[in-house]
């Protein structure tokens, strides 16, 4: 049976480090009969019912925070629907950041089709990196970013969408990438997963106020691919 990486527990909460591929729950627009649902796997593991706070897209990796009751779910639930949670973000991305440190703030579809929403995304450059390879015809080099980002919003794949917008697509992202980028790490370095971890989070506990920090270390195809292209990995800041 399929375990899943517990990154904190206490009497009322627990985290995951979801793996890519998959999905919180089951939703009528899965038909897979091969995927896996992290609400199912840690009901099995733990020997419980779970209730999963938040989502994190199935091509993301990284923390998932779960009630263990519904009374604990309500109380939590909405420091999420504020601001008040902190959820940091690992991504290597296409070219160079306009700004070490810097915004994107774009209004965004809600569920992608109509009635647009103010969305504000923050980032940090954390290492970059130029390779003398040429991923498109436009340059004879390739350059990268590991940025680290702090959606203040919780749109649909705000973040995706956010760096889309300003053409610097998240590595890996079939949906909102560049199919150009992605098909030259999957040819070059043999790596095709989308390079998007939910690195950090922190919350105030509902039963004592104490603030909880909880870190996921990225996956090693992060941390592989962070490495060939020359981003450091010192950079992660554990």
Do not use: C
């Amino acid at each position: 049976m399929t375990q899943l990486p517990i990154l904190y527990e206490d009497e009322n909460y627990l985290a995951i480090n979801k793996p890519v591929g998959v999905l919180v729950h089951k939703t009528p627009l899965e038909r897979d009969p091969e995927a896996l649902f992290a609400v199912q796997i840690l009901r099995q593991q733990m020997g419980f019912k779970v209730y999963p706070l938040h989502r994190i897209d199935r091509p993301t990796s990284g923390i998932l925070l779960f009630a263990k009751n519904g009374q604990a779910a309500s109380r939590l639930q909405p420091q999420f629907a504020g601001s008040s949670i902190k959820k940091y973000y690992l991504s290597i991305v296409r070219g160079f950041m306009p700004e070490e440190h810097g915004f994107i703030e774009q209004p965004l579809a809600k569920d992608l089709e109509k009635d647009l929403q103010p969305a504000l995304t923050e980032y940090w450059t954390m290492a970059k990196t130029e390779i003398p390879y040429a991923s498109s015809n436009r340059y004879s080099s390739s350059r990268y970013s590991l940025v680290k980002v702090y959606p203040h919003t919780g749109r649909m794949h705000q973040i995706r969408r956010h760096f889309a917008h300003i053409r610097h697509y998240v590595i890996g992202d079939t949906t909102h990438g560049d199919n150009k980028q992605n098909k030259f790490i999957k040819q070059h370095y043999n790596k095709s997963q989308m390079m998007l971890h939910a690195w950090k989070m922190e919350f105030v506990h509902p039963s004592n106020q104490v603030l909880v920090k909880i870190t996921a270390h990225p996956p090693d195809h992060f941390i592989q691919t962070a490495k060939v292209l020359g981003l450091s990995s010192d950079s992660f800041d554990y």
